[in-house]
């Protein structure tokens, strides 16, 4: 009798208005990765079929990506892409949550002055500090470097904010008690408070890994030498190389979205979570 | 130096280890962020090709940057990526994120449509979208328009179409970070609020227009200033997008970063594109500021 009523309850709440909704958000949803279906479906697709609309190919083939590997550099842009974004990414972990750390936990003087200094750094464009990081590439010889792509990104100031806010939320009492313990100050940032943020740090590792692997304009002036590119500044000389060959290209786009895409496929509730928790506390 | 270390206080030992913990980043920050700033400030006063001799040249790369035309057409696409980018995205982002928050049967992966795009690199799509945009037998779009007896469309190689055939990727790719940040605000919104106004007998959309439009107030301030940075600063679709010449056609397409890009890289006028890049740096200053104002007006 109860699973009856709980059933009928079930039924009722499902309206037609919510079963609209839902077709009207599931359409959207197609339209929103119909690009990227195509996309992977052409990377499979050869000759003629390239130019049809249909959305699974007749004789997948992996002629395309075979192509790629053999005739372009794309796995060293790959590799290029994948050291630089690490490294970096690596690097804003450690210097904004220490920096973070620093703020937050630290009473000395001149604190307010260096937040407020990294705070502002917020306020300046990329764009306008290229020039000077283009001239200082130059003259120290980093043009045609991982170190001279890297450079720029290895702090931020909205990580090493993002990162105070969460070290402000730790209680002080924990810290007084390692510190009595005996622990030295780095150690307790170390092993005590950093443990404690992992949701933050994993927030900022997902925006800062992104950022990394999508950037372009700084890569692009940076870099000359195509043993250096990037996937983007790479996936961008092809203009000029395989002008027409659609599948070509749209093998090349593939590879350069599949990682972000499998880590996201795979991670989607943590990395969303992400998100929100650096979008609501940034 | 033991010794001087025995003698500090409690205090001043927090002190030396908190510098000893900012040196690096200190170094960097000066070095990276603030030398460089004044810097582009006083490359913007010099007449300079990178190779020869620096010459001071005063507000005149100012002064030149305003008596020319074509600045004048990029600063008004610049501002009509903004214009209407950020709206249209914001409503459509809204609209998708509210009704999200009502569905529960595969929310996940529904909402992981719209997020993907947001995962991909602009450089990699624009190709994608370069291929849709392609004349009669190739172009999707094309074809498609064609289907409803549309006839075919020029898209990136008209003056009047260019602009939002490149806008277009760039809201698409956008929408999945503003959807998400939208469902965060939604959410936070106490649960009463609503049990409240269903008591009161509201409607639907006299909820959404009384409780929770206003109580998203910030998350709304917060996603345009954001957005709106986004699309002052688009470059990506457009140097891999635009037909012709980068910006191309007839610079319809041309925003103020690909301006700064050509001057610098292209042509070495690094006075002239320093000062441009002073002018971006003003513009969105100009935004921030409004927004803590917005913000400040709230509390």
């Known amino acids: 009798m109860t699973d009856h009523s709980a059933t009928m309850d079930r039924l009722e709440r499902i309206r037609p208005l919510k079963v609209m909704i839902w077709t009207l958000l599931f359409l959207g949803g197609v339209v929103m990765i119909t690009p990227i279906i195509f996309m992977a479906s052409t990377s499979f697709k050869v000759g003629q079929e390239v130019y049809e609309l249909s959305l699974i190919p007749q004789e997948p083939t992996l002629e395309n990506y075979l192509f790629i590997l053999e005739e372009s550099k794309f796995m060293r842009w790959m590799l290029n892409s994948l050291w630089v974004a690490t490294f970096s990414t690596a690097s804003v972990l450690f210097f904004d949550s220490l920096v973070g750390y620093t703020l937050a936990k630290f009473e000395f003087r001149g604190r307010q002055i260096v937040f407020i200094a990294i705070l502002s750094t917020l306020m300046i464009p990329t764009e306008m500090l290229i020039i000077p990081w283009y001239m200082m590439s130059r003259s120290f010889g980093w043009i045609d470097t991982y170190w001279g792509i890297a450079f720029p990104g290895l702090m931020t100031g909205f990580g090493t904010f993002l990162m105070r806010q969460f070290f402000m939320g730790l209680p002080d009492e924990l810290i007084d008690a390692a510190r009595i313990d005996g622990w030295s100050e780095f150690a307790i940032w170390w092993r005590i408070a950093m443990p404690l943020v992992v949701p933050a740090l994993s927030a900022l590792a997902i925006f800062h890994f992104l950022g990394n692997w999508t950037a372009f304009i700084w890569p692009l002036i940076v870099t000359n030498d195509p043993d250096i590119y990037t996937i983007p500044v790479g996936i961008a000389s092809f203009n000029g190389e395989f002008q027409m060959d659609w599948e070509i290209v749209m093998t090349a786009s593939c590879l350069a979205t599949l990682p972000t895409l499998l880590v996201f496929l795979l991670l989607q509730k943590f990395i969303i979570r992400g998100i929100m928790l650096a979008g609501l506390k940034g | ?299």
């Not at chain 2, 925003?255 to 002073?278: Q, W």
């Open chain 2, 1 to 299: 130096m033991l010794d001087f270390w025995d003698r500090l206080t409690i205090n001043q030992k927090l002190a030396v280890t908190a510098w000893l913990f900012l040196a690096v980043p200190v170094v960097f920050y000066v070095t990276i962020r603030f030398y460089p700033t004044f810097e582009a400030f006083y490359v913007s006063t010099l007449k300079w090709n990178l190779l020869g001799a620096k010459k001071a040249y005063g507000f005149k790369n100012y002064i030149k940057i305003f008596e020319d035309a074509d600045f004048w057409l990029v600063l008004w696409n610049t501002v009509k990526y903004a214009l209407f980018g950020v709206p249209i995205s914001m409503v459509i982002a809204f609209f998708i994120a509210y009704w999200l928050n009502e569905i529960s049967f595969g929310h996940d992966w529904i909402r992981a449509m719209y997020f993907i795009p947001f995962l991909t690199t602009a450089v990699a799509m624009a190709w994608v979208w370069r291929w849709f945009y392609q004349p009669m037998p190739i172009g999707h779009f094309t074809i498609m328009l064609s289907w409803i007896g549309i006839p075919q469309q020029p898209f990136l190689k008209s003056v009047e179409q260019a602009l939002y055939a490149i806008m277009a990727p760039a809201i698409w790719a956008g929408l999945g970070f503003q959807i998400v940040i939208f469902i965060a605000g939604i959410r936070a919104i106490p649960r009463s609020y609503f049990e409240a106004a269903e008591i009161d007998g509201a409607g639907r959309w006299q909820i959404l227009r009384e409780i929770t439009l206003p109580a998203l107030k910030p998350t709304i301030i917060f996603l345009t200033v954001v957005s709106t940075i986004g699309f002052l600063r688009i470059f990506d679709q457009v140097y891999t997008m635009s037909a012709d010449s980068a910006g191309g056609p007839l610079n319809s397409t041309k925003p103020l970063v690909l301006m700064i890009y050509e001057y610098a890289f292209d042509e070495f006028k690094l006075g002239r594109a320093s000062a441009l890049t002073v002018i971006l740096f003003l513009i969105l200053l100009v935004v921030s500021l409004v927004q803590l104002w917005l913000m400040r007006k709230k509390s």
